[in-house]
C-alpha cells in the first residue's frame, strides 16, 4: 500500500498521529465480478455437484469419512437389563437436574416394592422449587435494598435478570425433598406450563420484578420488619396460587400454605375458576 511522504509507521517511534494517504477504496462487488464467479461456477461440474447436494442434505452429513463409518460396528459383548420403566421425558423445560435425581432414586424403590412401572412426580418438586426460588428471591430484595444496593448495580441487576429459571443441582435438591418429600406423578402429575414452563416463567419474572420494586419502596419509607414480612407474604401467597393455576392441569387438588401460627388449607382449586375464600380451612395443625 503506497503511503504518503511524511507518514510515520505505526510501530516507529516519534509521532502521535499517523495517518494513512492511499487511493479511495472501492467498496461493493462490481457486476462484472459476479458475472464471472457465477460463469465459473457453472462451468465446473464439481461445483455444480455440491450445490445440488449442499441444496437436498445437511453438508455435514456429506463430509462424514465413510469408510469410518462402515468400520465402526456397534456389536456389543454385554447387555444391560432394562429397568425404570417408562422412559421419563422433561420436554420442553429445564428440569433435567429434578428427572435425573427421581431416576436414581425410583429403581430401588420399584425392585423393593416389586413395580414394574413407577415415576415419583417431577412436576411436585418443581412446584416448590418456584415457590422457593420466589421466597428467596423477595428476601434478596428486600436486603440488598437495606445495603443500599443500587438497583442499575451488578448484584441487583443479576437478581432480576431472571429470577425463576428450571435450573438446578444438587444441594437444591436434597433441601426440597427433606422439607417436602416425595410423591407418585399419579398424585401430582404433569401439566402444560411444567411441560412448557417457559410462558409461565416469564409470567413469574415479571410479577416478581413488580414485587422487587415494591419492596424497594417499603424499604426506602423506613417499613418495619412486620410490614415487609407481612407485604412478602400477601406476595408469595398470589404467586403460589398462580402456579397452582398452571400446574394443576385442571385437577383438584389441595395446597397448603404456612401462615403463622396456623395453616391454611386450600381445597378444590382448580384452573377453570379461582380461588375463594371459602375454599380456604384453617388447620392448628399440618394436614397430611
Same mark, same amino acid.
Given at each position: 500500500?503506497?503511503?504518503?511522504?511524511?507518514?510515520?509507521? $505505526?510501530?516507529?517511534?516519534?509521532?502521535?498521529?499517523?495517518?494513512?494517504?492511499?487511493?479511495?477504496?472501492?467498496?461493493?462487488?462490481?457486476?462484472?465480478?459476479?458475472?464471472?464467479?457465477?460463469?465459473?461456477?457453472?462451468?465446473?461440474?464439481?461445483?455444480?455437484?455440491?450445490?445440488?447436494?449442499?441444496?437436498?442434505?445437511?453438508?455435514?452429513?456429506?463430509?462424514?469419512?465413510?469408510?469410518?463409518?462402515?468400520?465402526?460396528?456397534?456389536?456389543?459383548?454385554?447387555?444391560?437389563?432394562?429397568?425404570?420403566?417408562?422412559?421419563?421425558?422433561?420436554?420442553?423445560?429445564?428440569?433435567?437436574?429434578?428427572?435425573?435425581?427421581?431416576?436414581?432414586?425410583?429403581?430401588?424403590?420399584?425392585?423393593?416394592?416389586?413395580?414394574?412401572?413407577?415415576?415419583?412426580?417431577?412436576?411436585?418438586?418443581?412446584?416448590?422449587?418456584?415457590?422457593?426460588?420466589?421466597?428467596?428471591?423477595?428476601?434478596?430484595?428486600?436486603?440488598?435494598?437495606?445495603?443500599?444496593?443500587?438497583?442499575?448495580?451488578?448484584?441487583?441487576?443479576?437478581?432480576?435478570?431472571?429470577?425463576?429459571?428450571?435450573?438446578?443441582?444438587?444441594?437444591?435438591?436434597?433441601?426440597?425433598?427433606?422439607?417436602?418429600?416425595?410423591?407418585?406423578?399419579?398424585?401430582?402429575?404433569?401439566?402444560?406450563?411444567?411441560?412448557?414452563?417457559?410462558?409461565?416463567?416469564?409470567?413469574?419474572?415479571?410479577?416478581?420484578?413488580?414485587?422487587?420494586?415494591?419492596?424497594?419502596?417499603?424499604?426506602?419509607?423506613?417499613?418495619?420488619?412486620?410490614?415487609?414480612?407481612?407485604?412478602?407474604?400477601?406476595?408469595?401467597?398470589?404467586?403460589?396460587?398462580?402456579?397452582?393455576?398452571?400446574?394443576?392441569?385442571?385437577?383438584?387438588?389441595?395446597?397448603?400454605?404456612?401462615?403463622?401460627?396456623?395453616?391454611?388449607?386450600?381445597?378444590?382449586?382448580? $384452573?377453570?375458576? $379461582?380461588?375463594?375464600?371459602?375454599?380456604?380451612?384453617?388447620?392448628?395443625?399440618?394436614?397430611?
Amino acid at each position: 500500500m503506497p503511503l504518503s511522504p511524511g507518514h510515520r509507521h $505505526p510501530n516507529r517511534r516519534g509521532g502521535a498521529a499517523h495517518a494513512f494517504t492511499t487511493r479511495p477504496f472501492r467498496a461493493g462487488l462490481s457486476q462484472e465480478k459476479a458475472s464471472s464467479f457465477l460463469k465459473r461456477l457453472r462451468a465446473e461440474p464439481r461445483y455444480l455437484l455440491a450445490q445440488n447436494v449442499s441444496t437436498c442434505i445437511d453438508p455435514l452429513e456429506v463430509c462424514l469419512h465413510r469408510q469410518t463409518v462402515q468400520d465402526t460396528v456397534h456389536v456389543f459383548q454385554h447387555t444391560i437389563p432394562t429397568e425404570g420403566k417408562p422412559v421419563t421425558n422433561q420436554k420442553n423445560s429445564g428440569r433435567c437436574w429434578i428427572f435425573s435425581c427421581l431416576n436414581v432414586m425410583r429403581l430401588p424403590f420399584m425392585k423393593k416394592h416389586n413395580i414394574e412401572e413407577f415415576e415419583f412426580s417431577q412436576s411436585y418438586l418443581f412446584f416448590w422449587d418456584k415457590v422457593e426460588r420466589c421466597y428467596y428471591f423477595l428476601q434478596a430484595c428486600v436486603e440488598t435494598a437495606q445495603r443500599k444496593e443500587p438497583v442499575d448495580g451488578r448484584l441487583v441487576q443479576f437478581l432480576l435478570s431472571n429470577p425463576t429459571n428450571d435450573g438446578g443441582q444438587w444441594d437444591m435438591l436434597v433441601n426440597l425433598i427433606e422439607k417436602y418429600g416425595v410423591i407418585p406423578k399419579k398424585s401430582f402429575p404433569e401439566s402444560h406450563s411444567s411441560e412448557a414452563s417457559r410462558r409461565m416463567n416469564d409470567i413469574l419474572n415479571h410479577k416478581l420484578r413488580e414485587y422487587c420494586l415494591r419492596l424497594r419502596n417499603m424499604v426506602a419509607s423506613d417499613a418495619t420488619k412486620d410490614e415487609l414480612s407481612e407485604a412478602m407474604d400477601t406476595m408469595i401467597e398470589e404467586v403460589r396460587l398462580d402456579e397452582s393455576e398452571h400446574k394443576c392441569g385442571g385437577i383438584r387438588r389441595i395446597f397448603y400454605r404456612r401462615k403463622r401460627p396456623k395453616w391454611f388449607v386450600l381445597r378444590n382449586t382448580a $384452573p377453570s375458576r $379461582p380461588v375463594a375464600m371459602e375454599d380456604a380451612v384453617m388447620s392448628e395443625e399440618r394436614p397430611t
